[in-house]
C-alpha cells in the first residue's frame, strides 16, 4: 500500500495538530497502521499504532493522554490528532502499514513493511 502524510506545520507549545495518512489501493482495511516519528541524528520511533477496525489502539509513554490515533476505512485514511504539544515533539513523523495478519499492534519500526514520506512538525516555544 502507498501511504501519503500530510498536516504537518510550525506550532507553539500547547497547540493541537492533526496528521493525515491516506493510503492508495482497496485494501486499507486489511492493514494495521502506525505513526512514527524521527528526529535527525536519532532512531526512529514508535508513536501509535490502531487495529484494522479502529477499535484498539497502542501508544509510547511520551504521548499516552496527548495524542490519538484513528482510522477511517470508508476513506483510507489515518489520523494522528496531538494535543498539548511540547517542544520535545518536534520531529519528522512517519505513517506505516502492517500487513501481518495478527491482532498485536507491534511497535518496531522493522514490524511494518510500507511507510509514508514523512511530514515535518515543529513545536516552538
Known amino acids: 500500500v502507498q501511504l501519503q502524510a500530510s498536516g504537518g506545520g510550525l506550532v507553539q507549545t500547547g497547540d493541537s495538530l492533526r496528521l493525515s495518512c491516506t493510503a492508495s489501493?482497496?485494501?486499507?482495511?486489511?492493514?494495521?497502521l502506525a505513526w512514527f516519528r524521527q528526529v535527525p541524528g536519532k532512531e526512529r520511533d514508535f508513536v501509535g499504532a490502531?487495529?484494522?477496525?479502529?477499535?484498539?489502539?497502542s501508544y509510547a509513554d511520551s504521548v499516552k493522554g496527548r495524542f490519538t490515533i484513528s482510522r477511517d476505512n470508508t476513506k483510507s485514511t489515518v489520523y494522528l490528532q496531538m494535543n498539548s504539544l511540547k517542544r520535545e515533539d518536534t520531529a519528522v513523523y512517519y505513517c506505516?502499514?502492517?500487513?501481518?495478519?495478527?491482532?498485536?499492534?507491534?511497535?518496531?519500526?522493522?514490524?511494518?513493511?510500507?511507510w509514508g514520506q514523512g511530514t515535518q512538525v515543529t513545536v516552538s516555544s
Open positions: 489501493g482497496r485494501t486499507f482495511s486489511h492493514y494495521k
Open positions: 490502531v487495529s484494522r477496525r479502529g477499535g484498539t489502539t
Open positions: 506505516a502499514a502492517d500487513r501481518t495478519n495478527t491482532v498485536y499492534l507491534f511497535t518496531g519500526v522493522n514490524d511494518y513493511t510500507d
